[in-house]
């Protein structure tokens, strides 16, 4: 059985990277590792869209290249078994679209009173991508009928600019947009939200706490996000105390580590700032309350999450979150790859393709037969021998706190 472990990272351009992709996948030591403002376009080269030992998932920018976008890389065995590639595709699966016998893009215009063309352009940055994990991939410690079937999303938060107003009001739009969505899957789903929200909570996330509380652009925003959250992990600053809001989400690096100082994400590359830790914290991992429930529930958990700043190469560090999941990965090999994973994408089966030929004629050895005759080619035989071999994840000193009166 393997712990799942997932990372989340705004790369800040998936083409400037200084390593092979593989290379710094391995360095995340995660099984679900979400992407952030990818850049990526959908003739992107096989060097940045495959890995050995990883399954790809990609939601590019339509209108504008070299821009946005997300991606979700899953270390084999662990691949999903559905994609969702934008706010329509997760809300045409949703029972709120099947009651209503629209498409997403009709459901977001009736609920926020915009035009059919407002609402195609917020999936038009290609900032959304969706992953689902089937129930019986995953074991805990509680009974098989309270498993319930597991959404990643990774998400890119548009920036705040206050002085373009078109895009204030497109940010306003998207958080609405994803609410929405968020809504929906919660009915039937464990929901994990992971990614760059491009929004500071609370002053202990800010460098300079006085510039963030004196910032009354960001107010509506951080009020947005605070309302995701549960009761305990609310900003009472903000006055957010009303009785709408979804309080559905724990913010699980806080849950671990509450009062930690300096544990910042996002530092100025024109100042140099990582150097001093002059930053901010703008991605978050948010758990929503079942799977934490299901944390306290394991009386030796182990659970972590925490900061990669030692990993370079963006503006962003990595973060991570251990879920309360294991998986059977002799399961999980009877699964395909969903239809949209990278490994079908014409520039990512040529390589694998020529050595499928060069294989099956040297050699008619039943094995090597099943290898090469799926998709899975190359990456299947691999993580047989590879995954979870030589990886060492860091280990940190478990933090004892409490949810809700249980030691977690």
């Known amino acids: 059985m393997n712990r799942v472990r997932i990372c989340s990272w705004n790369i800040n351009g998936l083409r400037s990277i200084q390593h092979p992709l593989k290379s710094i996948l391995d ?29 790809g998932y990609f939601s590019h920018s339509i209108h504008k290249t070299g821009y946005s976008g997300t991606a979700v890389f899953c270390r084999n065995p662990l691949k999903p078994t559905k994609t969702f590639h934008s706010l329509n595709d997760i809300l045409v699966e949703s029972i709120s679209c099947q ?17 059919h063309t407002e609402a195609r352009n917020l999936d038009a940055e290609g900032r959304v991508l969706g992953l689902q ?82 910032d009354k652009f960001s107010n509506s925003f951080r009020q947005w996000f605070d309302q995701l959250l549960i009761e305990e992990q609310q900003d009472v600053s903000l006055d957010n105390q009303s009785s709408v809001g979804l309080r559905r989400f724990v913010d699980i690096f806080r849950l671990l580590h509450p009062h930690r100082k300096n544990a910042f994400t996002c530092w100025s590359s024109r100042t140099n700032a990582r150097q001093t830790n002059y930053g901010v914290r703008l991605d978050y991992i948010l758990f929503d309350m079942k799977l934490v429930e299901i944390i306290t529930t394991i009386s030796d958990n182990n659970i972590q999450a925490d900061l990669m700043s030692h990993i370079n190469g963006s503006d962003h560090c990595p973060i991570y979150a251990d879920l309360p999941y294991f998986y059977n990965s002799d399961l999980i090999f009877s699964y395909s790859f969903p239809p949209k994973c990278s490994h079908y994408w014409p520039q990512c089966q040529k390589k694998q393709m020529d050595l499928e030929s060069f294989v099956m004629s040297k050699s ?13 080619t190359t990456t299947s035989v691999s993580c047989v021998r590879n995954v979870h071999s030589k990886e060492k994840r860091p280990a940190f000193r478990q933090t004892k706190i409490t949810f809700r009166g249980k030691l977690v």
């Not at 995340?28 to 990883?54: G, H, M």
């Not at 009651?99 to 035009?115: A, E, P, T, Y």
């Not at 008619?364 to 899975?376: C, E, G, L, M």
């Open 99 to 115: 009651n209503n016998s629209i498409d997403g893009w009709g459901f977001l215009k009736r609920k926020l009173n915009i035009s």
């Open 133 to 214: 994990f089937s129930t019986d991939i995953f074991t805990t410690f509680r009974t098989p009928d309270e498993i319930r079937p597991l959404i990643v999303l990774s998400i890119y938060f548009p920036r705040l600019n206050p002085e373009n107003v078109e895009r204030l009001n497109y940010k306003h739009l998207f958080q609405s947009a994803v609410q929405l969505c968020i809504e929906s899957l919660l009915i039937e789903n464990n929901v994990v939200i992971a990614g760059d929200f491009n929004i500071c909570h609370k002053m202990i996330d800010h460098c300079a706490p006085d510039e963030l509380m004196m």
């Open 364 to 376: 008619h050895s039943k094995v090597t037969k099943q290898a090469f005759t799926s998709h899975n």
């Open 27 to 55: 360095s995340l030591t995660s099984d679900i590792i979400c992407i952030q403002e990818t850049k990526t376009t959908p003739d992107i080269s096989r060097e940045f869209a495959f890995a050995d030992n990883y399954n």
